[in-house]
Nanobody
Framework: QVQVVESGGGLVQPGGSLRVSCAAS????????MGWYRQAPGKQRELVAF???????YYADSVKGRFTISRDNAKITVYLQMNSLEPEDTAVYYC?????????WGQGTQVTVSS
C-alpha cells in the first residue's frame, strides 16, 4: 500500500506565490508518475501538472510559465511551486501517484487566492 499526503496549501493574495508538497510513503516504487490535479467548486477535477521519476514534465496551458513542478526521488516527494497566482487558481489541489500501474490519491489541500 502507498500513502500520498499533500501539504502546504493556504490563503494567498493575487500575484503571490505558494508551494505545495506531496510525499509518497509505504510500498513506493523508484519509477513513478506523480501529478497535481485541482478541483474548484462546481467544476470537474483537472490535471495541472505531472512529473515522472525520470524528470519528464507536463503542464496544463492555464499554468504554463507560472507553475513549476519538481521532485526529490530520494524522498519520493513532489513539489508544485505556484507563482503569479490568480483567483481562478483557487481550488482543492490533489496529488496522485501512479506506481506499478496503480493510482494513489491524496486527501487534497486547499489553495485560496483572494485579497
Amino acid at each position: 500500500q502507498v500513502q500520498v499526503v499533500e501539504s502546504g496549501g493556504g490563503l494567498v493574495q493575487p500575484g503571490g506565490s505558494l508551494r505545495v508538497s506531496c510525499a509518497a510513503s509505504g510500498r513506493t516504487s523508484s519509477r513513478y508518475i506523480m501529478g497535481w490535479y485541482r478541483q474548484a467548486p462546481g467544476k470537474q477535477r483537472e490535471l495541472v501538472a505531472f512529473i515522472t521519476s525520470g524528470g519528464g514534465t507536463y503542464y496544463a496551458d492555464s499554468v504554463k510559465g507560472r507553475f513549476t513542478i519538481s521532485r526529490d526521488n530520494a524522498k519520493i516527494t513532489v513539489y508544485l511551486q505556484m507563482n503569479s497566482l490568480e483567483p481562478e487558481d483557487t481550488a482543492v489541489y490533489y496529488c496522485k501517484g501512479d506506481m506499478g500501474g496503480i493510482e494513489y490519491w491524496g486527501q487534497g489541500t486547499q489553495v485560496t487566492v483572494s485579497s
